[in-house]
Each structure stands twice: as structure tokens, then as C-alpha cells.
Nanobody, 119 residues
Framework: QVRVVESGGGLAQPGGSLRLSCTVS????????MGWYRQAPGEERELVAR???????NYADFVKDRFAISRDSADNTVYLQMNNLKPENAAVYSC?????????????WGQGTQVTVSS
């Protein structure tokens, strides 16, 4: 059984910060990478940031130098530190986990957490 639990969304003022976290627990699941995606109303879901368990990261251009993704491999947890938030950053942010069960590649999604940026 797989559980992907997210936390940390909410309301921030423009220029403010939020920190999202996501923890995955699953039997026989070998974790390879974790990432955060966002979906705004009327828009398609898009990558925000992704990190492999070896520490390689990639970011969407619109968050570079403002957001930082990190991981705690021991706890299968990924964090997204979001600084200098802008109203256009508001969206539902979802955690995605990639890995294998046996020889099969699988990925799992969290339930999503709302980020609102407003004064």
C-alpha cells in the first residue's frame, strides 16, 4: 500500500514564503525521484521542481532563484521552499513520486495542496 502525504499549503502574501512537504510510504517501493507539480484553474498541470534521491534537481524557469527543492532520503520526504511568492504562483500543488516495485516503474500522486497568494 502506498501513501503520499502532503502538507504546508495555505495563504501567503505577495513576497511571502511557504514550505511544502511530501512524504511517501510504500512497501517494496524503491524511490527514485520526487517532484512538485502545480495546476491553476483552466490550466494544465506542469512541473515546478523535481529532485532525484541522488540529489539532481531541475526547476521550471518561472521559479528559478525563488523556489528550492530538497529531500530527506532517510524519511522519503521532499520539501519545496517557496520564497518571494507572486499571485501567479497560486495553484494546487501536487507531489509526485517515481520509483520501482520490482522491475516495474511506477509513480504515485498526492492529493494536492492549495497555495493562495493574495494580500
Amino acid at each position: 500500500q502506498v501513501r503520499v502525504v502532503e502538507s504546508g499549503g495555505g495563504l501567503a502574501q505577495p513576497g511571502g514564503s511557504l514550505r511544502l512537504s511530501c512524504t511517501v510510504s510504500a512497501s517494496r517501493f524503491r524511490l527514485y525521484a520526487m517532484g512538485w507539480y502545480r495546476q491553476a484553474p483552466g490550466e494544465e498541470r506542469e512541473l515546478v521542481a523535481r529532485i532525484t534521491m541522488s540529489g539532481n534537481t531541475n526547476y521550471a524557469d518561472f521559479v528559478k532563484d525563488r523556489f528550492a527543492i530538497s529531500r530527506d532520503s532517510a524519511d522519503n520526504t521532499v520539501y519545496l521552499q517557496m520564497n518571494n511568492l507572486k499571485p501567479e504562483n497560486a495553484a494546487v500543488y501536487s507531489c509526485n513520486t517515481e520509483g520501482t516495485i520490482g522491475d516495474t516503474m511506477v509513480d504515485y500522486w498526492g492529493q494536492g495542496t492549495q497555495v493562495t497568494v493574495s494580500s
